[in-house]
């Protein structure tokens, strides 16, 4: 069934468990990560990133996506992830996504504050969730410093009560694009955080997050966990895996359709961890 970030992460987060959300980018992956979540029976939330709406475009992103959730066995999200322009916001909010990001990090506190609210009244209106950002995750890629970027306790009490956003990301230590389980999360500014603001919090880039500190997270106060990096990485391994294994073959549906079982694997591991197997 497809529903919003909210119905789902305002139990979760004052449980012991969080719910996975995944990046999608094409057709097939979303299907692998349905199937994962419908196996565990675990709520689960589809995610499409700016490089996914640039491949795709927003609606048929937002098809791929609420296709699968009103057939699914399990709640689903449809959620635009890591948004920047208000115009892309307003476009899937049109095309039906159940929840959308904005992500004012690189502006001003008082710039993020008035997007974030902008985006918050009308997302009200058409009954969609919210998810924002307060501090700013880091990019390994990059060469960014994640501990350098830190979310402020005393700025994510602020930003909620002027945004009233459904889902708070916060930076703690992770970085995107990780490709190695090596994140330090500050679990001492994970408490006081949570101490301070009472609201789902949000964690990204937690492929890099070692598999015990994603299940010492999920029992915090985070309602939704970001996973992407590592889909993407299972699944061009398994093609070159079998491209390798099977030179001679010339089906690109059965070949994607070989190599998606690499996601619903990983999905169903990462679901283990986050301890949300039986929550649908």
Do not use: W
């Not at 966990?225 to 001679?248: A, F, H, S, W």
């Not at 359709?257 to 961890?273: F, P, W």
């Amino acid at each position: 069934m497809l529903v919003t970030l909210k119905e789902l992460v305002r139990i979760a987060y004052k449980s012991d468990y969080a719910i996975p959300a995944f990046n999608i980018h094409t057709y097939e992956d979303a299907v692998a990560i349905v199937k994962g979540a419908e196996e565990m029976r675990s709520p689960v939330i589809l995610m499409a990133s700016p490089s996914a709406i640039r491949h795709l475009g927003v609606r048929i992103a937002a098809c791929i996506m609420n296709e699968l959730g009103e057939n699914a066995k399990v709640p689903v999200v449809s959620h635009l992830d890591h948004a920047t322009d208000l115009d892309v916001i307003f476009k899937a909010m049109k095309a039906g996504f159940t929840s959308v990001m904005f992500d004012g990090s690189n502006l001003s506190f008082d710039e993020n504050v008035e997007k974030t609210k902008l985006v918050v009244k009308v997302a009200r209106a058409f009954g969609i969730s919210v998810e924002a950002e307060i501090g700013r995750v880091g990019r390994s890629e990059e060469g960014e410093e994640a501990t350098q970027i830190l979310t402020e306790p005393d700025a994510a009490k602020k930003f909620f009560e002027l945004t009233q956003v459904d889902a708070l990301a916060i930076a703690v230590g992770t970085a995107h694009g990780m490709q190695k389980q090596e994140a330090q999360i500050n679990f001492e500014r994970v408490q006081e955080i949570q101490s301070a603001v009472d609201v789902p919090l949000v964690l990204h880039g937690s492929s890099g997050v070692p598999d015990e500190d994603l299940t010492k997270i999920s029992k915090m106060n985070f309602g939704k966990i970001n996973i992407g990096t590592v889909l993407k990485t299972v699944y061009v391994e398994r093609i070159r895996k079998i491209l390798q294994d099977q030179p001679q073959l010339k089906d690109q549906i059965r070949l994607l359709e070989e190599a998606s079982k690499a996601v619903t694997e990983m999905v169903k591991h990462k679901i283990s961890l986050l301890n949300s197997a039986g929550r649908a």
